[in-house]
């Protein structure tokens, strides 16, 4: 089965750009799946950043699409996000996620979880 | 934006009690494209619901979900002790494409 694994930095300076991976196994990632990132805040709720599908393209949350940057690079199965000019409100648990597909018709939910990465901004 | 209103906050029930929950969307949610996920500390999200009452692989049937529109419902029929947890929903649609709400908190009474 498809497991995500998420990896980078735990830690950016404040108005540096904080840069995550996440490695696809078990499957690949040029399926006919969106990938997607979410956070979320320390004792808070869930956050949408955005979304990429293999062929490239992209969809991203209005609140954040000035500093958001989501990749894919097909040939290592993995995708990957930069936020650029962090502050202390982006410190998170950031997840990576993959779009539900069954029976080639995309569910628009998440049905595979990487396990999350705390990435805390401070100087 | 659609914004989802989770109802209640917190939700004090005993192993083997039915837990409702409630979620409600300021606009008509397309598609019925409602999820619901058990989110318990320190883990990521579960799918557990997906297109408002359609049971995600490997989930119990003590789990359901109903309703349509702007009102939806997740019920747990018989709570277990590994239920307790916080529960989101999650619509697709508008801007941004998903939304979460802000979480029911199942705990322990």
């Known amino acids: 089965q498809v497991q995500l694994q998420e990896s980078g930095p735990g830690l950016v300076k404040p108005s540096e750009t904080l840069s995550l991976t996440c490695a696809v196994s078990?499957?690949?990632?040029?399926?006919?799946?969106?990938w997607s990132w979410v956070r979320q805040p320390p004792g808070k709720g869930l956050e949408w950043i955005g979304e990429i599908y293999p062929s490239g393209s992209t969809n991203y949350n209005p609140s954040l699409k000035s500093r958001v940057t989501i990749s894919v690079d097909k040939s290592r199965n993995q995708f990957s996000l930069k936020l650029s000019s962090v502050t202390a409100a982006d410190t998170a648990v950031y997840y990576c996620?993959?779009?539900?597909?069954?029976?080639?018709?995309?569910?628009?939910?998440?049905?595979?979880w990487g396990q999350g990465t705390l990435v805390t901004v401070s100087s | 934006e659609i914004v989802l209103t989770q109802s209640p906050g917190t939700l004090s029930l005993s192993p083997g009690e039915r837990a409702t929950l409630s979620c409600r969307a300021s606009q008509s949610v397309s598609g019925n494209y409602l999820a619901w996920y058990q989110q318990k500390p320190g883990q990521a999200p579960r799918l557990l619901i997906y297109g408002a009452s359609s049971r995600a692989t490997g989930i119990p049937d003590r789990f359901s979900g109903s309703g349509s529109g702007t009102d939806f419902t997740l019920t747990i029929s018989r709570l277990e002790p590994e239920d307790f947890a916080v529960f989101y929903c999650?619509?697709?649609?508008?801007?941004?494409?998903?939304?979460f709400g802000p979480g029911t908190k199942v705990d322990i009474k």
């Open positions: 078990g499957g690949s990632i040029s399926s006919s799946n969106w």
């Open positions: 996620a993959r779009e539900m597909l069954r029976f080639g018709e995309l569910l628009k939910s998440f049905d595979c």
């Open positions: 999650q619509q697709y649609g508008g801007s941004p494409l998903f939304t």
